[in-house]
Every structure is written in structure tokens, then in C-alpha cells.
């Protein structure tokens, strides 16, 4: 009974091996950074978020001015003050710091979730181009080239994703 179980699973195994030994994996390659740099639209994203980041710069910057504006003041009328005067004044410029702060981190998060709005669909038409080569030409796995160190048996299918993206 053992011996039949052992000749049982070495002709499973002979058999499971001779079948993927048939069936040939095929691999491609693309490097996604070079496909994001030719994409139609990528200009029309860059030239908005240049925009909006000029518009948060400036607005930065009047907050900035009004800030140092608000400590040269502090620092040239504090001797003729009360005390209770300056301490008014201290917690204005500690709180138009922290606001200025506080609006930093916000056009950075703002600027970050832009981008990815912006960027979507045009990752969403390189991803389905890539999926249609993949499918079309029998792929078993696309790798991202830009992060492959090595690579043997694989194809570049960046000349078949510029064609299906008519690039």
C-alpha cells in the first residue's frame, strides 16, 4: 500500500513537472517611470498643480509679511507697553506662527491629494494598456522594469503599450 501511494505521487509529480515544463511562463518588463514621463495629459497636470502651488506660495508669503510686520511692531513699541499689552501681542504672533504652520502642512497634504486626483486617470489608462498587452500577448507577469535588477527571458513591452496608447 505504501509503495503504491509513492508510485502514485511520483507519477503526479512527473506528470505536474512535464506540464509546466510545456507550458512556458512568459514574462514582460516596463518601466513605468519612462511610460508616466510620455503620457498625454502629464503636462496639462504639471502646468495645474505649478499653479495652484504658485497661488499657495503667495498666499504664504502675505501671511509671512504680516507675521514679520506684526514682530517688527512687537519689537519697536514693546518698552512702551503694559505688561498685559505685550502678552496680547506675544500670543498674536505665537498664533499667526502656528496658523502659518498649520497652512503648510495643509498645502502639502492638499498639493499630495491634487497630484493623485490629477495623475488617476492617466495611471488608470497606462495600467489598462498594460493589462490589454499582457492579455493580448499572453503574459504571465509584467514587471516594473525601473526596480528589476535582473532579468533573463523577458520581454520590453513598451513598444506594444505606446502602440495601444497610440503614443
Known amino acids: 500500500m505504501k ?43 504639471q ?6 502651488v504658485e497661488e499657495l506660495e503667495e498666499t504664504l508669503k502675505q501671511m509671512q509679511s504680516e507675521a514679520e510686520k506684526r514682530v517688527n511692531d512687537y519689537t519697536a513699541n514693546q ?8 502678552q496680547a501681542r506675544q500670543r498674536e504672533i505665537q498664533q499667526m506662527s502656528a496658523n502659518i504652520q498649520e497652512f503648510q ?32 500577448g499572453g503574459y504571465n507577469y509584467i514587471f516594473d522594469g525601473a526596480t528589476l535588477l535582473y532579468m533573463q527571458d523577458s520581454e520590453d513591452i513598451m513598444p506594444l503599450v505606446k502602440k495601444k496608447l497610440g503614443l
Do not use: C, F, Y
Request: charge should be positive.
Open 3 to 45: 509503495k503504491s501511494i509513492i508510485a502514485i505521487a511520483i507519477v503526479l509529480l512527473a506528470t505536474v513537472g512535464s506540464a509546466t515544463a510545456q507550458n512556458k511562463v512568459k514574462l514582460g518588463h516596463i518601466n513605468s517611470q519612462e511610460l508616466m514621463q510620455i503620457m498625454p495629459g502629464r503636462d496639462s497636470v
Open 47 to 52: 502646468t495645474i498643480l505649478q499653479k495652484e
Open 79 to 86: 518698552a512702551g507697553w503694559t505688561d498685559l499689552i505685550r
Open 105 to 136: 502642512q495643509n498645502a502639502q497634504a492638499h498639493l499630495q491629494e491634487r497630484e493623485a486626483e490629477l495623475t488617476k486617470p492617466i495611471i488608470d489608462r497606462a495600467k489598462k494598456a498594460i493589462d490589454d498587452v499582457a492579455r493580448e
